[in-house]
């Protein structure tokens, strides 16, 4: 096979990507990230979402936390509580590196694939990680109102307020009710090097379990990324983020009720059609594979829940169809 | 009295300052800090002159080395050369923290002075810790060539290159010689709020024992500094940097002499008399009190050495005649 590109989000992405290293030769592995997480914080560039796939890969990700290093230790942390200064993102001290790294080569002018490439190299990583885009890309919430205003008053926003997409999941811990979405910046981005020859030239494309609306949306709004996919449709194949209705970890599942979407493998089926071939549901989900159909997707029934990286590389060989 | 301003540079202006706060109420000392120094590294606004003073007035630099924080962690710095960035400039655990805490704070609009007059109050200290200016001041080093040209080549850098202080000063441990020293962006600097009153309203103004050429230097190289500090000429007591013509720390001496000055107490005296009305000079260097006066300064012979605070707060003693 001449390889495997994934669009990918947080967490969810990184453990399948984790069992794809195991599944197939990780040089023929692209995992192509959503950088509409990304931010500026204390003047540092941090990219969540490829920090989490490129920490995950690695076997170095905290387990229990799903983000940041194992064994890590937040002394930088402690010392900016002190000062009053923002710690609801948290940041520990070996993860610092990271970012320090990356937007001082950034400074230096080295794009940013480039630099995620040598941060994968510098962990010994054999895939490919690739940001979707190396410009700007900021995912923005709208918050809605909510019935008695509670809980948008207690977190301090306003309905119709629109905040960055950390501030909502992070900050707030997406306890306010969603109007809407839009992925600042998209319309000047490009597709990085390498992602558009990684989609054109798989045998299969991934859209990998996470949430459709705030990972895999702004890696779609990319100029150029949905006519891509959309080439590839026949051998696209996503697994669904949603479990029994249920996202496993975040938003998805409110999201898309929020945004007038089922919040199901329906939902998922009807919003991924257009370019996606094959959606893999759980076997929770098993009775609604005829309604994935019914949108248009070929269906595949089996266990979803990646619990370790043996559980994931199992889910790979159902995706890859071997 | 009024109160004490302070023209400061590292470590010694920072022993001389936490001298001074155990002989005069804290809140009657202003120290007005070097900022030619200052530095933008992974991304993080870096002001070392001001967090030498405060670390030192707030009794938590590391004793040894003389920067950064006592008791500090080195997670985030050993995580970084396993990446291959930039680990010259040694960064703690902690004293990240102050790091990150003044971009975030700069980059949300807060101007350096009121920042760092946060930091400084965060660790509890009743003096005023002020930067020269709130405007990029930056000392530049022009590499001279060396006879064999040996030390230049095995710098790595070119007789005639410009170099920032930090490089040289660090990266480099000043081991190349220097054909001269200019400080960018002055002519568009002001002196940061709070500074020129200090000076005007002091009872003295003492020029801390800190390098004259590349502290003090860029120091009165802020427009309105030099005429601000030649008004108060009759009550401005400079300390000497130098004890038997040798700098304790850094490169003073040898600065002094490859830029054409004296490298003694009198080479001081002669580029501080236009705005130094006494110079304070060890005893190790009485018999050139004679020159010092000579170059029409006041000349008081003491212990200038600050093993510590005790012998700081003595030597203040004298430098405030009381």
Redesign the interface.
Known sequence: MAGVAVLAGGVGAARLVRGLVDVVPPDEVTAIVNTGDDM??????ISPDIDTVTYTVADAIDPERGWGLRDE?W??????S?????TWFRL??????????R??RL?DGVGLAAVTA??AR?WGLGLHIVPVTEQPLRTMITVAGDETGAAVLAAGVAAGEEISFQDYFVRLQHAVPVAGVRFAGADAARPAPGVLAAIAGADTVVVAPSNPIVSIGPVMAVPGMRDAVVARRDDVVAVSPLVGGRALKGPADRLLRELGHADSVVGIAELYAPFVGTLVIDRADVELADGVRAAGLRCVVTDTIMRDPAAAAALCHVVLGR
């Open positions: 500026v914080l204390h003047g540092l560039v230790s002394q930088a942390m402690e010392a900016l002190r000062y009053g200064g923002v520990g001290d070996r993860d610092l590196a990271t970012h320090l790294y937007t001082q400074a040598e941060i510098a």
